[in-house]
C-alpha cells in the first residue's frame, strides 16, 4: 500500500486542521492505520490510531479530546482532525500503515509510511 499525506499548514493556537492520508490499493481495510509526528530534535511519537473498520479509535494522552482519528475506506482515506491545536503540536506529521493485529503502537512495528504533511501552531 502506498500513502499520501496532506492537510498540513500554518495555524493559530486554538486553531484546526484537518489532515488526511489517501492509499492506494483496494485492499485498504485490511490495514491498521495510525498517525505519528516528529518535532524537531525529538523521537517520533505516536498520536492516534484507528481499527480496520473505523469502529475503535486510540489516542496519546497529550491528544485526547482535541484530535479525532476517523476512516473512509470506501474512499481509502484515514483523516485526523486536530481542533485546539497548541504550539506544542507542531511538528511533521506522518500516517502508517500495518497489517498485524499487535495492540503495540511502536512506530518500528509499522511496514508503510506517507511522506509526511507539516503542521506549524504559532502562539
Known amino acids: 500500500v502506498q500513502l499520501q499525506a496532506s492537510g498540513g499548514g500554518l495555524v493559530e493556537a486554538g486553531g484546526s486542521l484537518r489532515l488526511s492520508c489517501a492509499a492506494s490499493?483496494?485492499?485498504?481495510?485490511?490495514?491498521?492505520v495510525a498517525w505519528f509526528r516528529q518535532a524537531p530534535g525529538k523521537e517520533r511519537e505516536f498520536v492516534a490510531a484507528v481499527t480496520r473498520s473505523g469502529g475503535r479509535q486510540y489516542y496519546a494522552d497529550s491528544v485526547k479530546g482535541r484530535f479525532t482519528i476517523s476512516r473512509d475506506n470506501a474512499k481509502h482515506t484515514v483523516y485526523l482532525q486536530m481542533n485546539s491545536l497548541k504550539p506544542e503540536d507542531t511538528a511533521v506529521y506522518y500516517c502508517a500503515a500495518d497489517r498485524s493485529y499487535s495492540d503495540s503502537y511502536d512506530p518500528h512495528e509499522y511496514d508503510y509510511w506517507g511522506q509526511g504533511t507539516e503542521v506549524t501552531v504559532s502562539s
Open positions: 490499493g483496494h485492499t485498504f481495510s485490511t490495514y491498521r
